[in-house]
């Protein structure tokens, strides 16, 4: 089964600064899509940024500018920088990646999975 474990979440003051980093484990392999989405209190989970296998990124347009995405294939991990945060990207953060790989059933095939969520909390 595969995993995806975050790290990096915490209490920042604005215009501060903060690194998330996730790392996937388990039986998923020829990992496509890895990204970041948030979750704030009473909204819709949203995406915040996104990297393909080949390094294509896309970020939602209230991050531009200030939040990069990257990750290493070899390790199988993805990075948030985040800078000039704001009150606004107070949220629960998500990895996410797809890709091939085993199931909990042992059976083959395509999954997206979720990491657990890290807290960012950013404050005036």
């Known amino acids: 089964q595969a995993h995806l474990v975050e790290s990096g979440g915490g209490l920042v003051q604005a215009g501060g600064s903060l690194s998330l980093s996730c790392a996937a484990s388990?039986?998923?392999?020829?990992?496509?899509?890895m990204a970041w989405y948030r979750q704030a209190p009473g909204k819709q989970r949203e995406l915040v940024a996104s990297?393909?296998?080949?390094?294509?990124?896309n970020l939602a347009e209230s991050v531009k500018g200030r939040f990069t995405i990257s990750r290493d294939n070899a390790k199988n991990t993805v990075s948030l920088q985040m800078n000039s945060l704001k009150p606004e990207d107070t949220a629960v953060y998500y990895c996410?990646?797809?890709?091939?790989?085993?199931?909990?059933?042992?059976?083959?095939?395509?999954?997206?999975?979720w990491g657990q969520g890290t807290l960012v909390t950013v404050s005036l």
């Open positions: 990297i393909t296998r080949g390094g294509s990124t």
């Open positions: 996410y990646a797809d890709g091939y790989g085993f199931n909990s059933q042992g059976r083959r095939g395509y999954l997206e999975v």
């Open positions: 388990g039986s998923i392999f020829s990992i496509n899509v």
